[in-house]
């Protein structure tokens, strides 16, 4: 009797763990979020996506989660969801901070995490690839523009500093209905999803109907929202350096951080994105 044939998709989750290997041997990185509490359903998930530096039986060392040269502090005990792609297919898998070391390099030392390393992992469905058994990635709306005039970004980006500095002082928060409505000099808007931070950048997904609207090579201008811990949407420039087409038609789309006309908001922009990491972290220690 010859034996049944298992699917291809199955084959690679079985073997999960060569699957992680090569990503480990071709110098690949993998996807990482804070696991949300219960009372953080509203709260949207920021992604990055780091390197994987070495692996054991036991363990797996990433790249310490960075933007911009600023590396963010992720506590040990903090529980993760991670995904891992190969090719179109996606899996997720529970895991958790067991630890920081350091990795060397030719170019210096740089900041690590251990994480555990995952009993199993569970396939993502192409048509639900951010819901599966072991978790929900909720991924932040983000609005976009076509940026025609990059100086007129400046006085919108020191606007946008003023009011969510205001607002963290008084300890407020911005109501929707009064959300600032100045922008630069922009073509029309179309809304993506922040698919991941890494770098010097983020990747962005950008609806079917609303390819047209990315260009190679053009600036654009874009606004996010991580409120309650942020208290104002934060906004910032980005250059296309790359996209292709994903397993749902949907354009991915890698942006750069633009900051060369107005570098101050640069570490404006490191210091919320680290507001918004550190507020994930809350109660979230292993007990």
């Known amino acids: 009797m010859k034996g049944s044939i298992v699917p291809a998709n199955r084959s690679r989750t079985d073997r999960w763990r060569q699957s992680l290997q090569k990503i480990y041997e071709r110098g690949g990185g993998l996807e990482f979020a804070i696991q949300r509490n219960e009372d953080q359903e509203d709260v949207k998930d920021l992604v990055w996506r780091v390197r994987v530096l070495d692996l054991s039986d036991d363990e797996i060392v990433i790249e310490q989660p960075g933007a911009m040269g600023q590396s963010f502090m992720i506590n040990e005990g903090v529980s993760l969801i991670g995904i891992m792609a ?5 899996w997720m898998f529970n895991t958790k901070v067991i630890g920081s070391t350091f990795n060397q390099t030719r170019h210096g030392t740089f900041p690590a995490l251990r994480l555990k390393m995952p009993e199993k992992v569970v396939r993502c469905m192409r048509r639900q690839e951010d819901r599966t058994s072991i978790g929900h990635i909720d991924l932040p709306k983000v609005e976009c523009w076509k940026l025609i005039d990059p100086m007129s970004a400046v006085p919108v ?7 969510v500095e205001e607002l963290l002082s008084k300890g407020e928060t911005a109501s929707p209905c009064d959300d600032q409505i100045a922008l630069p000099t922009v073509g029309p808007k179309f809304e993506a999803r922040l698919a991941n931070l890494g770098g010097g950048g983020v990747g962005l997904i950008v609806p079917n109907e609303s390819r047209m609207n990315i260009d190679s090579g053009k600036s654009f201008w874009m606004r996010l929202d991580f409120r309650p811990a942020i208290p104002a949407p934060i906004v910032l420039t980005a250059k296309l350096v790359h996209s292709h087409i994903d397993s749902q038609q949907n354009t991915y789309a ?9 570098n101050p908001h640069k570490d404006f922009i490191i210091k919320q994105i680290a507001r918004y990491i550190t507020s994930m972290q809350v109660d979230k220690k292993a007990a």
Not at 157 to 163: D, Y
Not at 254 to 262: D, Q, R, V
């Open 157 to 163: 980006e020191v606007a946008n500093r003023i009011l």
């Open 86 to 90: 190969v090719g179109q297919n996606k």
């Open 254 to 262: 890698g942006m750069a951080f633009e900051f060369g006309i107005n």
